[in-house]
């Protein structure tokens, strides 16, 4: 296989227990995820992985490939890892679970220019920031780049910061979405990295891979996403459907 989509679905959240199974619209949110992934283009498999037998019998209802991987995972990636770890894949695309927003052609974006660009390792997006309040939310991380779209830096901050003295009236912000694709090779020696003090201190988990010098590309993207972390980004997102469901 060239690409395969992961969806970390950890029911034993710290923040909001059992999230990923809460009700959107009749669906549990994983479902509004699997479906939304289902339609990229260029995924040859598509899998959820869980930590829980709940959430294995939701998937297995609406018909996703699940897998119940070991409960001590400490991230995402490491879940994603034990999965992967025995199939032959180039590429994986983590997809995560608590992102029903996801757009398929966000997933395709980072799939193709990993494949089109051997000398990548890993990808992700960000999405030009147009609610000003986000700018100060550091529940909505940021990313600033350099002159070939790779990541210099991701923080909960404003960043850049905006100094008065500048002849820059307007500097543009952009949104980190978390969506990442790695090189099967890469995924395993992220996994092995070690958490740098950057990551504890921001806590973003993508920190560790600048630290030890390694490039992520960054795609900018026109599409957006609500993450749900918490009860109140559910509402938020709840909010969002039914005014877009309105016109």
Same mark, same amino acid.
């Given at each position: 296989?060239?690409?395969?989509?992961?969806?970390?679905?950890?029911?034993?959240?710290?923040?909001?227990?059992?999230?990923?199974?809460?009700?959107?619209?009749?669906?549990?949110?994983?479902?509004?995820?699997?479906?939304?992934?289902?339609?990229?283009?260029?995924?040859?498999?598509?899998?959820?992985?869980?930590?829980?037998?709940?959430?294995?019998?939701?998937?297995?209802?609406?018909?996703?490939?699940?897998?119940?991987?070991?409960?001590?995972?400490?991230?995402?990636?490491?879940?994603?890892?034990?999965?992967?770890?025995?199939?032959?894949?180039?590429?994986?695309?983590?997809?995560?679970?608590?992102?029903?927003?996801?757009?398929?052609?966000?997933?395709?974006?980072?799939?193709?220019?990993?494949?089109?660009?051997?000398?990548?390792?890993?990808?992700?997006?960000?999405?030009?920031?147009?609610?000003?309040?986000?700018?100060?939310?550091?529940?909505?991380?940021?990313?600033?780049?350099?002159?070939?779209?790779?990541?210099?830096?991701?923080?909960?901050?404003?960043?850049?910061?905006?100094?008065?003295?500048?002849?820059?009236?307007?500097?543009?912000?952009? =949104? $980190?979405?978390?969506?990442?694709?790695? #090189?099967? !090779?890469? &995924?395993?020696?992220? +996994?092995?990295?070690? *958490?740098?003090?950057?990551?504890?201190?921001?806590?973003?988990?993508?920190?560790?891979?600048?630290?030890?010098?390694?490039?992520?590309?960054?795609?900018?993207? =026109? $599409?957006?996403?609500?993450?749900?972390? #918490?009860? !109140?980004? &559910?509402?938020?997102? +709840?909010?969002?459907? *039914?005014?877009?469901?309105?016109?």
């Amino acid at each position: 296989m060239d690409v395969i989509g992961v969806i970390p679905a950890r029911y034993s959240s710290t923040r909001f227990q059992g999230k990923v199974l809460v009700d959107i619209g009749g669906k549990p949110m994983i479902q509004h995820v699997w479906e939304r992934a289902k339609q990229s283009l260029v995924l040859d498999d598509l899998i959820i992985a869980c930590d829980d037998e709940r959430v294995v019998e939701a998937a297995k209802a609406f018909g996703a490939k699940v897998v119940l991987t070991a409960k001590g995972h400490v991230s995402g990636t490491d879940r994603i890892v034990e999965v992967v770890n025995p199939l032959d894949v180039k590429i994986v695309i983590n997809i995560q679970g608590d992102e029903p927003l996801i757009h398929p052609t966000m997933i395709d974006n980072v799939a193709l220019t990993l494949l089109n660009n051997p000398g990548l390792t890993m990808a992700t997006l960000m999405k030009k920031i147009e609610n000003t309040d986000d700018i100060q939310d550091p529940h909505v991380v940021k990313v600033v780049v350099d002159k070939n779209n790779f990541a210099l830096y991701f923080s909960r901050a404003p960043i850049p910061f905006h100094a008065m003295n500048s002849d820059v009236h307007s500097p543009v912000y952009y =949104k $980190h979405i978390g969506l990442y694709g790695y #090189t099967k !090779d890469f &995924l395993f020696i992220y +996994k092995n990295l070690a *958490q740098a003090d950057l990551e504890k201190v921001e806590c973003l988990e993508q920190l560790r891979v600048l630290k030890e010098g390694y490039r992520i590309k960054v795609i900018e993207t =026109k $599409h957006d996403t609500i993450g749900v972390d #918490t009860p !109140d980004d &559910l509402a938020a997102l +709840k909010d969002y459907l *039914q005014k877009h469901e309105n016109g």
